[in-house]
């Protein structure tokens, strides 16, 4: 079956160091991967994608990119903010009209000035 | 602009008790669904629909009833609400049309508590 592991947190960082957040999943087929984001007291709201091996999704400063050899789609920023405090979803996708989209467990990021 | 509306966004239920959970979204997206987010076990999808008058199951549907009657509107039933019921709900939405996208569109959930 399709499934997402992330890594446990929570993670705790200062101001401007570097982040990665580790995610590998296992699936059938080619499924779109995904990371979202949910801020405290919030929904959440798709952060960046990738719908194909090699792709690489940005937003905000944050990347992640499709690695089919490693089943990996691990989350990165070069330097995190106050600002970026939030629980980040890894989350996966098959291609198939009607799937749902599979969660992660959620990692916990905690930046501090 | 909407998006995904849920109601209501706090609740206290006695065990036993029924109610439901409304989600209305005015995007027209086919797709609609339910999550519950509970402690060190992330989002783990309960019901989902691909359109009107079709349901299916998730990974924990029991105890929860849906129905799907017009594209914008995805209500979740408790028929009986049990303690470990309670958690944090999120409805979530998406085309079906253009499946690259995936992406998923949520409202900003309902705690639900079950005494």
């Known amino acids: 079956g399709n499934s997402v592991t992330q890594m446990e947190g929570p993670v705790t960082l200062s101001e401007e160091a570097f982040l990665t957040i580790n995610c590998t999943y296992t699936a059938t087929g080619y499924p779109s991967l995904f990371w979202y984001v949910q801020y405290p007291g919030e929904g959440l709201q798709l952060l960046l994608k990738?719908?194909?091996?090699?792709d690489k999704g940005s937003n905000k400063g944050f990347e992640a990119t499709y690695r089919k050899e490693t089943t990996s789609f691990h989350l990165e920023k070069g330097s995190v903010q106050v600002s970026d405090s939030a629980v980040y979803f890894c989350a996966l996708r098959n291609n198939q009209a009607g799937t749902a989209l599979i969660f992660g467990k959620g990692t916990t990021l905690s930046v501090s000035s | 602009n909407a998006g995904v509306t849920q109601t209501p966004k706090f609740q206290v239920l006695k065990t036993g008790q029924s109610m439901t959970l409304q989600c209305a979204q005015d995007?027209?997206?086919?797709?609609m669904s339910w999550y519950r987010q509970d402690p060190g076990m992330g989002l783990r999808l309960i019901h989902y629909s691909v359109g009107a008058g079709i349901t299916d199951q998730g990974e924990v549907p029991n105890g929860y009833n849906v129905s799907r009657s017009t594209t914008e509107d995805f209500p979740l039933r408790l028929l009986s609400a049990a303690p470990s019921q309670t958690s944090v709900y999120f409805c979530?939405?998406?085309?079906?049309?253009?499946?690259?996208?995936?992406?998923?569109?949520f409202g900003e959930g309902s705690r639900l508590t079950v005494l």
């Open positions: 979530a939405s998406s085309r079906l049309a253009g499946m690259d996208t995936g992406e998923l569109f």
């Open positions: 995007m027209n997206h086919e797709y």
């Open positions: 990738a719908t194909k091996a090699d």
